[in-house]
């Protein structure tokens, strides 16, 4: 018995040195985005940065922020004093880089970045898995425009104007009478 207890004793001495040494290697494995960072930039008719607002939100669920939570963000942040904004853009930022792949990614300088991506429609936003690391580099940025007293005015109402076309004349038709000649 006292060799089988000298075994046991063993493998649990190999586990906690693969325990520990795997200890300097959790913070780049890939977890799922729980939280995330939304910053608000508004913008005043002069287009100057009036504001900017910074929140963390916890995500009801992991790595997706669901178009009722959006919304609700968005109401709640559209008037932050006397003045009313409009969204004027969107943006994801998310750093899902594989483990494997950092060394590379670092050693390329890249012009463009392949992490911030414009989200065109009010919807739901799904996120990647992110390295534990970069977790809190993770953030959503959406930009207000404010919204002036002439609607017609505003720079998005301008160019989606759209011509009308009457298919029926406004002034009733005339109807003539013509004399015979002889």
Known sequence: MDVEDSQIEL????ID???SLDEDYKAFYTEDVTYIKFNYI??????DIEKIKEETILLKEPNYI????IIGILKKNCKPSEKTYTVLS???YN????PTEIYHFLKTN???DPFLKSIKNIDAIPLEKSISMFQDLN????IFYEKTEDTKMTPTRALSQTKRIYLKTIRGSKKRTYRKTT
């Open 17 to 19: 040195e693969f325990e």
């Open 42 to 47: 508004y913008v005043n008719k002069e287009s």
């Open 66 to 69: 669901s178009r009722e939570e």
């Open 11 to 14: 493998d649990t001495k190999w």
């Open 90 to 92: 969107i943006l994801r």
């Open 110 to 112: 890249q012009g463009d």
């Open 95 to 98: 750093i899902d880089v594989e």
């Open 139 to 142: 953030e959503i940025v959406i």
